[in-house]
């Protein structure tokens, strides 16, 4: 044995607790260096120890090599970190050996990554009877941090307790009683529970709104009831003979709805205003009270109604060219004058009719001015210029009802002492009117001019809904004119 060798042995047994001594650790590039003639029994046999910053102790006692960001597996790095550091304690340049980095790098598939397991057990955690660490087990709610506690269970007091058995007691014999109202309540019909809650919630007296207008000189609030008082005397005087078609020896009531909607179509051609539509009808009505005309003069009566009604209630009427024109060259400009002349003659110059509009915009204050219910209170006011079951009724009896239908289509509330004040009808002075109006929009579509009118969006598509509210309406609750033989459609 070489005299070196035997004096590395020698110190590594004799300086064996000894710190500032050298390193005993024979690495592969140092036993390489030492000769052939070494056998590995020469090696000392003591343990080799790692590094503490790339070893460290598992729970299981097993070594585990901590990884590292960089370098992933440092194994490579570490033996070659030990061999280069024994060289250069002897003074030697470190050699290339086969588990240098160079030669790992070569053979990436000669590494080996070290395996980590999923589950690991808390240091301090003791394992129960079963080898459960009680680390592993589910905290229960409201438990600390180390075992889940037994969740206590809530006493209630006792006093608590004997209140609610005495409610229950209390309650029981009532329930009975409770149920049989219930049930008779869902019995009584749609209408008799808001009648009971109109009774409940209608204030008897009205409010006086003309209050607001007192500032402003155009709403003459001071004469507005008298105004509105003289208009209702007014159109009784000028209302047409709601029988004046027996007279006559060549019309029918479908020849009036004809012309009546054909007007309706120039009327909106013309874009004039409602007022105008109102009295071109009344006009026609009352004139056919006092004249008998032929069935081919009938439509020279209609434009010429037109044309003396955009006279009277427009700004910029339409020349006399222009009804000629949309009459399809029927009548001359001449035949037109020369009606105008008759017809003015026939009603004594008397144009001075209650327009039923004023009467809506008396009711729509009460109603704070809703878009909705004005529109739709018009297309329903433009009703009983078709079917002439209305002439029978003033046009202040058929706004009010025109009113009324729509607030009950839009669920507006019920006719309060206010809204009934302002239209001057209650009702039960509104119901045979509103009557009349359900019977037409639950029959068959007659004027289709009308119709389509307000089946725009412009008009809030009031044809279609109401229509199909009516129909449905008179599918629940019946109504009165069902039972009669309509006379206004045929």
Known sequence: MPPAVRSLRQRAVTNENDENAATTRVTRAKAATLGSNVTAADVPKKTLQAKKSTVALGANGAAQTRKRAAL???????????????DAKDGKKPTATKGGLVKQAAKPTGVQ????????AAPLSSKDKNGVS?????????????APATKKRKEVPLALVEEKVEEVENVLPEEPEALEAEVTKVKKTKVE??????????????????????????????????????????EISTMANPDYMDSQNELEW??????????????????????????AVNIID??????????????????TAMFIASKYEEVLSPHVQNFRHVADDGFTEDEILSAERFVLAALNYDLSYPNPMNFLRRISKADNYDIQ?????????????????FLAHPPSQVAAAAMYLARLYLDKGPWDATLAHYAGYTE??????????????????????????????????????LRKWAKDYVASFGNVLAEEPSKSQD
């Open 193 to 234: 529970v808001v009648e009971e809650i109109e009774k409940a919630i209608v204030p008897k007296e009205h409010l006086d709104l003309d209050k607001e207008d007192i500032d402003d000189p155009l709403m003459v609030s001071e004469y507005v009831v008298e105004i509105f008082e003289y208009l209702k005397e007014l």
């Open 134 to 146: 009680s680390a592993q087990k589910r905290p229960g709610s409201g438990s600390g941090i180390a």
């Open 373 to 389: 219910t004005r529109t739709l209170g018009k297309y329903l006011l433009e009703i009983g210029c078709l079917d002439h079951r």
């Open 286 to 303: 009352r004139f056919l009270s006092a004249k008998i005309v032929q069935l081919d003069r009938l439509q020279l009566v209609g434009v």
């Open 254 to 279: 479908k020849m009036r709805g004809i012309l009546v909607d054909w007007l309706l179509e120039v009327h909106t051609r013309f874009r004039l205003l409602p007022e105008t539509l109102f009295l």
């Open 428 to 465: 039960e002075e509104i119901q045979p009117v509103l009557d009349l109006m359900i019977d037409y929009l639950s029959s068959p579509v007659v004027h289709e001019a009308f119709f389509k009118k307000y089946a725009s969006k412009k008009f809030l598509k009031a044809s279609i809904h």
């Open 72 to 86: 992933g597996d440092v194994s490579n790095y570490t033996k070659a970190e030990v061999g280069a550091g024994a």
């Open 113 to 120: 990554k070290s395996s980590r397991t999923t589950t690991k």
